[in-house]
């Protein structure tokens, strides 16, 4: 079984081969906010590298949040396309829990995912289950809650705000290392697993939208009491 999948939920994002469970390849785009235009072109050269056509692949796999708009819009609707085009599956997978199943641990996990505007999108897990739903906040103030429990952060939005997560937490917080790795490898995994089950059309894959867009707070903000 061959899987493609695509990550463009973090500023640098990443795409990744993988066949019968194992990673085949993975490439990291460094060049923030670049999406738009490296793809698809990032995902033909990954498959050109592997010796591999499109048509080979049996899996489509995409990050649906949580991210920027607009770099959700471009990954989900790159993969959709191809999805369509060569009639397979598309399966969907949060960032998430991505970062989980690369943390490893049964331990609590904050996973955080850099909003921009000093937020971060955040989320915590214990024994690899959600125990929080995802929220958008200040690092500052989601620190709050989660004093005196040992924790580990993993994610962009962690490895920003490392130092402010020591100085708060000190002992008690550790921060992955890598602290934000590529994610596209791990959803292709599992990707693969979650193919078992479901049809997982490539038109039913739904964002993960955490924070409003900046159109409906403008709408709201003009809207009359």
């Not at 640098?12 to 490439?27: K, W």
């Not at 499109?54 to 819009?73: N, W």
């Not at 290392?177 to 599992?190: C, K, Q, V």
């Not at 955490?210 to 009359?224: F, M, N, Q, V």
């Amino acid at each position: 079984m061959l899987v493609l999948a695509l990550d463009t939920t973090t500023s640098s994002g990443s795409c990744a081969l993988a066949r019968d469970g194992r990673v085949v390849s993975e490439q990291v785009d460094n060049a923030p906010h670049a999406h738009a235009e490296r793809l698809p072109g990032d995902l033909m050269s990954l498959l050109d590298r592997a010796n591999i056509r499109l048509a080979d692949i049996d899996i489509f796999a995409v990050a649906t949040g949580p991210g920027s708009f607009t770099g959700l819009r471009i990954g989900i609707a790159t993969m959709q396309g191809l999805a369509f085009a060569e009639g397979k599956p598309l399966i969907g997978v949060s960032g998430f829990e991505a970062l989980v199943r690369i943390a490893g641990t049964h331990e609590r996990v904050a996973t955080w995912v850099d909003a921009w505007r000093g937020e971060v999108f955040a989320a915590l897990y214990e024994n690899g289950r959600e125990v929080t739903a995802p929220v958008v906040g200040r690092p500052e103030v989601l620190l709050e809650s989660l004093r005196g429990r040992s924790t580990l952060f993993i994610g962009d939005g962690a490895y920003a705000h490392a130092d402010m997560i020591r100085r708060v937490l000190g002992d008690s917080a550790r921060i992955a290392e890598p602290a934000a790795p590529p994610l596209a490898g791990t959803m292709a995994i599992f990707a693969g697993e979650l193919s078992f089950s479901g049809e997982h059309a490539p038109h039913a894959i739904r964002p993960l939208y955490i924070r409003r867009t900046d159109a409906e707070l403008a709408r709201d903000a003009r809207a009359p009491w």
